[in-house]
């Protein structure tokens, strides 16, 4: 607001002390009162807290609210029924360590250096969303999985409870700070970190606070929490329609992937492991609970940003197969609900495609500080907003990690509104080409199909439009 005029001297006091009731204490009393009226400069408005989580290897129709009929998500549910619900989520590049760097960081695997889960740090030439926010004035905490080199130990936190690698899922080991070591907790696992982190939350101050609470579960091999242990006991998982595809139609690179069913020890009854990996989402839902609960009892639900994702997505049977890292729809859609009723009206539903790279800079775009230019994503915020906007009608995907666990061969390809193109790069050279309109379930490889030749060669060149976009090695 345009602040008043500076007064004269002869409007500064009554021109008599003595003439108490002359033109002078009128005038006093007129202009105090149009101050009053017009207000001084209002002060600037409190910035919004964050609470961000990530589940692991959580897909995007294991939320109820989704449809998913095998458990209830009260809690994930509330936050995209109070908020909105992005039903096209995806990451770049389905792996647990990329996806928490891209998070953090707002840029691609090939920028902030996690390529894949190899134990890498994460470049410290690349932008970070938690140094962004304490600079502003944010207190700034971690609380569980970051899966990269150090667990981010070489970072500044005002306050940390983290683990290397994976952790396991009873009696972690976990360090408190920094500077101190692993020890082990009794619990499981995300009942562990989450009950520090409400800790946390319930003696923040004045100070505007974000939080990255980054869970466990739902990662192999699945361990329920004990008060889950009957959950699902006498229910028979439907199979995927693809179950028992043999995939003649894809490439041999799908084919010829170390992912099936059976192959391993902890995944040898298709039901059990099903069964197993939603009762653990189970837990990570419980848990959200508690962050509700703290949040409502100290008066900060309305004032924080609550958003609930997942680094990528999982094979559930599809073609007779578990894990993620391919393109395929299973792997790289994940759940993405945003819950903040100062910008977001509730019951909000977007079909536009969100990426992970759009996180960092979603939550700094709402919190009205800067972009940077380095980072590759774009702020969700008008979307939050229910504004229409111009989105992106395609994006870019890039999985490295070959040869390693599950023989997935390196692959990168684009996927617009309706199609996708997956190029398995390294010889022998293979693509996989879907028309996803007519077949969200990607049973039909149309890349070698004469009529599909000319959309072929378009997706090839857009893939190389964007890497060079992108600047891809």
């Not at 290397?164 to 009873?170: C, I, L």
């Not at 609550?306 to 729809?329: I, V």
């Not at 903040?340 to 079909?351: F, I, N, Q, R, S």
Request: glycine share 6%; net charge neutral; charged share 30%.
């Amino acid at each position: 607001m345009k602040t008043q005029e500076p007064m004269t001297k002869d409007e500064t006091y009554p021109p008599s002390r003595s003439r108490r009731g002359g033109r002078g204490a009128i005038l006093w009393i007129w202009v105090f009162g149009l101050w009053s009226l017009l207000g001084a400069a209002p002060a600037q408005e409190r910035r919004p807290n964050f609470v961000l989580m990530m589940s692991d290897d959580q897909r995007w129709d294991t939320l109820s609210l989704m449809g998913n009929k095998l458990i209830r998500t009260p809690h994930m549910d509330r936050i995209g029924r109070e908020g909105i619900v992005f039903k096209n989520a995806f990451v770049t590049n389905a792996l647990c360590a990329p996806s928490r760097a891209t998070f953090l960081t707002g840029t691609y695997s090939h920028v902030n250096g996690v390529i894949d889960n190899r134990n890498r740090p994460i470049d410290p030439k690349a932008p970070w969303l938690p140094d962004l926010l304490r600079a502003a004035g944010y207190e700034v905490a971690f609380y569980g999985k970051s899966h990269t080199k150090n667990a981010l130990r070489d970072r500044t936190w005002d306050s940390y409870f983290g683990y290397q690698g994976q952790g396991r899922y009873f009696k972690p080991m976990i360090a408190e700070g920094v500077d101190k070591k692993d020890a082990p907790h009794e619990g499981w696992m995300d009942d562990v970190v989450t009950d520090r982190a409400v800790e946390w939350l319930r003696t923040r101050g004045d100070k505007p606070f974000c939080l990255f609470l980054f869970f466990k579960a739902p990662h192999r091999s699945w361990e329920r929490a004990p008060r889950h242990a009957e959950l699902m006991k006498d229910v028979d998982p439907p199979k995927p329609a693809s179950f028992d595809d043999p995939a003649a139609d894809k490439t041999a690179a799908f084919r010829d992937a170390d992912n099936r069913i059976g192959n391993a020890k902890d995944i040898q009854d298709y039901a059990k492991f099903v069964k197993d990996y939603h009762a653990s989402i189970v837990g990570v839902d419980d848990n959200i609970g508690k962050v509700f609960k703290v949040l409502e009892e100290t008066k900060k639900l309305d004032e924080t940003l609550l958003l609930h994702t997942g680094d990528n997505g999982f094979f559930l049977g599809e073609w007779g197969r578990y894990d993620k890292r391919f393109m395929h729809e299973v792997s790289i859609r994940v759940p993405l609900v945003i819950r903040y009723p100062k910008l977001v009206k509730a019951g909000a539903v977007t079909d536009k495609m969100a990426i992970n790279v759009d996180w960092a800079p979603t939550v700094l775009d709402v919190a009205g500080l800067e972009v940077p230019k380095a980072m590759q994503g774009r702020s969700l915020k008008p979307l939050l907003e229910g504004k229409d906007v111009e989105w992106r009608k395609d994006w870019y995907y890039h999985y490295y990690e070959y040869p390693d666990a599950h023989k997935v061969k390196a692959q990168r390809g684009v996927r617009t509104e309706t199609h996708k193109l997956i190029h398995y790069y390294e010889a022998p050279e293979e693509v996989e080409l879907y028309d996803l309109s007519k077949d969200p379930d990607e049973r039909k490889n149309l890349a070698n199909d004469p009529s599909h030749a000319e959309l072929r060669t378009s997706l090839l060149k857009r893939i190389d439009a964007l890497r060079a976009e992108l600047a891809v090695p």
